[in-house]
């Protein structure tokens, strides 16, 4: 997950050999409205410090969020899927009241924002989701699927084949988080519960 949008993949299995049934970008923001694409930033290297505003986009992303969940589920149906679980990877899971710097704070904030929206929505379509920081994801794949790191990264490599270009390193840490997802055999992953 980015500020302001996600790569999707939807993967199917057995988790031993799962294979990519669809890969997508969505938007988290509205393009019409550029600020929501970084609501707590009011320009370069400044916080935006009005509460009215900072809600009012903040509600923008989760409608966006929302409609861009719900359009990507009805799509998957559509096409005879039922997802059950989404894997979100993101940057940091750092409480941004910690962070001193304004600039780094609003990051975090708007980083926080996008994972809960995306959360959020996935709990009202009745979806599970597990939040995967990206620098341990190959760790934590290994640890939860087998195998060590590198042959997790190989395995991410090769699930791309079957959909083509581009499949760059968002698209690997997307399908990497699928997988998890798709793991029953999970449990420090501590998937929330749609309920």
């Not at 509600?59 to 589920?73: D, I, P, S, Y």
């Not at 699927?145 to 390193?169: F, N, Y």
Request: glycine share 8%.
């Amino acid at each position: 997950m980015k500020s302001g949008w996600a790569v999707t993949v939807l993967l199917a299995g057995p988790v031993g050999s799962p294979h990519v049934l669809d890969r997508r970008r969505i938007e988290l923001s509205d393009p019409s409205v550029p600020d929501t694409m970084q609501p707590y930033h009011a320009g370069l290297h400044a916080e935006r410090i009005d509460p009215g505003a900072v809600e009012q986009l903040t509600r923008l992303v989760a409608r966006c969020a929302h409609q861009e969940l719900a359009g990507l589920v009805r799509a998957y149906r559509a096409m005879g899927y039922q997802p059950t679980r989404i894997g979100i990877v993101v940057g940091s899971i750092i409480d941004p009241a910690t962070i001193a710097n304004p600039h780094i704070r609003a990051h975090a904030q708007e980083g926080r924002l996008f994972r809960t929206a995306v959360e959020t929505a996935a709990k009202g379509l009745g979806i599970a989701s597990v939040v995967l920081v990206e620098r341990e994801l190959y760790a934590t794949a290994a640890r939860t699927l087998g195998g060590s790191p590198g042959r997790l990264q190989r395995a991410a490599t090769d699930l791309g084949c079957t959909v083509g270009r581009p499949w760059r390193a968002d698209e690997k840490t997307a399908v990497v988080a699928a997988w998890l997802a798709l793991s029953a055999r999970a449990p420090e992953l501590k998937v929330r519960s749609p309920r």
